[in-house]
């Protein structure tokens, strides 16, 4: 009897697992995109737990390899490398945080500023921020 009835739970468990995908969904990234399936899991872990931080990340990680689909070019030992040990992660996480409550694309944003200085110099993508104010009118 006793046989009978684990049988029919392990049978019973094994039929509902079987039923159960894991679906990943993002707003930030473009998990079709994502080649490796373990980065796929981190980058949905870290949205959904901690979005400020997968929006710098994000962000960084655009500038920093010139490409929307950064999460193919870079591994996850160097995007929790990043988070844990790099002291640009602290001043783009203090940046974003302090300047939450402003708009993107906003002249006193700090931390939009700081990124697209960066993709300015990096990718050589967009206009230089403040570019009149340093004196280089028109730099693209």
């Given at each position: 009897m006793k046989k009978i009835i684990v049988g029919t739970l392990v049978a019973g468990c094994m039929l509902l697992a079987s039923d159960k995908t894991v679906s990943f969904e993002s707003k930030l990234f473009d998990l079709n995109k994502v080649k490796n399936e373990e980065m796929k899991g981190f980058l949905v872990g870290i949205e959904s737990s901690f979005p400020s931080i997968a929006k710098?990340?994000?962000?960084?990680?655009?500038?920093?390899?010139?490409?929307?689909?950064?999460?193919?070019?870079?591994?996850?030992?160097?995007?929790?490398?990043?988070?844990?040990?790099?002291?640009?992660?602290?001043?783009?996480?203090?940046?974003?945080?302090?300047?939450?409550?402003?708009?993107?694309?906003?002249?006193?944003?700090?931390?939009?500023?700081?990124?697209?200085?960066?993709?300015?110099?990096?990718?050589?993508?967009?206009?230089?921020?403040?570019?009149?104010?340093?004196?280089?009118?028109?730099a693209k």
């Open positions: 710098v990340v994000k962000d960084y990680y655009e500038a920093k390899t010139c490409s929307k689909e950064f999460y193919n070019e870079v591994t996850i030992y160097n995007l929790k490398d990043f988070i844990a040990t790099s002291p640009t992660y602290g001043v783009l996480v203090a940046l974003d945080t302090l300047n939450s409550d402003k708009k993107e694309d906003a002249k006193e944003n700090g931390y939009t500023e700081l990124i697209n200085t960066y993709k300015f110099m990096n990718c050589e993508e967009g206009t230089l921020p403040n570019s009149d104010k340093y004196g280089f009118k028109g």
